[in-house]
Structure formats: structure tokens, C-alpha cells
């Protein structure tokens, strides 16, 4: 068996997640700052990565899927 690790920072994904396509329903939300203390606990690494855009009175969450 092969593991490969990377040290990814909140950082590194905000800035990949602005440069995705994504669905009309969200392109006049922000996205909210990473936390990755609040997401799902990804023990054998196939747990989507939750990314949360916000805006006026909307909250909208965006699963990023581990690819």
C-alpha cells in the first residue's frame, strides 16, 4: 500500500475554490473563510471538503469532492 501526504493550508484551498466554475445559484455569493476544524472528520479520504458561500441573508453550502 501506498500513502501519499500533502500539507494543504485553508489558504491553498480558498484560492483553488475561486477558480471554479460555479453553479448560477452561487455566483453572487462570497466565499467564508476555511476552517478545516469544522469539517468532517476524513479518515480514509474520500470525505468531500464542505465550502461555504455566503451573501445577503443567503447561506449556501458547496461540497468539494476529493479528486
Do not use: K
Request: proline content about 4%.
Amino acid at each position: 500500500m501506498i500513502s501519499m501526504w500533502a500539507l494543504v493550508s485553508a489558504g491553498d484551498v480558498e484560492a483553488y475554490a475561486g477558480t471554479l466554475v460555479l453553479p448560477r445559484y452561487l455566483a453572487h455569493l462570497r466565499l467564508a473563510a476555511l476552517c478545516f476544524a469544522a469539517q468532517a472528520a476524513n479518515c480514509d479520504g474520500r470525505e468531500p471538503l464542505v465550502l461555504t458561500y455566503v451573501g445577503e441573508g443567503r447561506r449556501e453550502e458547496f461540497s468539494l469532492a476529493p479528486e
